[in-house]
């Protein structure tokens, strides 16, 4: 399994940026797929997830601000943050669960100023 994120950068508080995931080995259009990310000095902690089927869960922390979407034809996950905030800074790693097991990609830096 292999899972690629990018589109992290630096951006001013209250700009929007947007992450992709590809995920390749597994097939795509059946599986969880889902975003958490680390803040410097802190524990790993979920942000969203997207069903097969498309459903949608969120951390309280994002609701309102990140939309979590895929496009299974381009076995792509995407999330759209907007509203960002200092403390959105973290990096930001693709994730996918299976029978207990936990895939993470290498993640992708997102700097939030103020």
């Known amino acids: 399994v292999q899972l690629q994120a990018s589109g992290g950068g630096l951006v001013q508080a209250g700009e929007s940026l947007s992450l992709s995931c590809v995920v390749r080995g597994i097939n795509f259009a059946i599986n969880t797929i889902g975003w958490y990310r680390q803040a410097p000095g802190g524990q790993r902690e979920f942000v969203a997830n997207i069903s097969s089927v498309g459903s949608t869960t969120y951390a309280d922390s994002v609701k309102g601000r990140f939309t979590i979407s895929r496009n299974n034809a381009r076995r792509t996950v995407y999330l759209q943050m907007s509203g960002l905030k200092p403390e959105d800074t973290a990096v930001y790693y693709c994730?996918?669960?299976?029978?207990?097991?936990?895939?993470w990609g290498k993640g992708t830096l997102v700097t939030v100023s103020s």
């Open positions: 994730h996918r669960p299976y029978y207990g097991t936990n895939y």
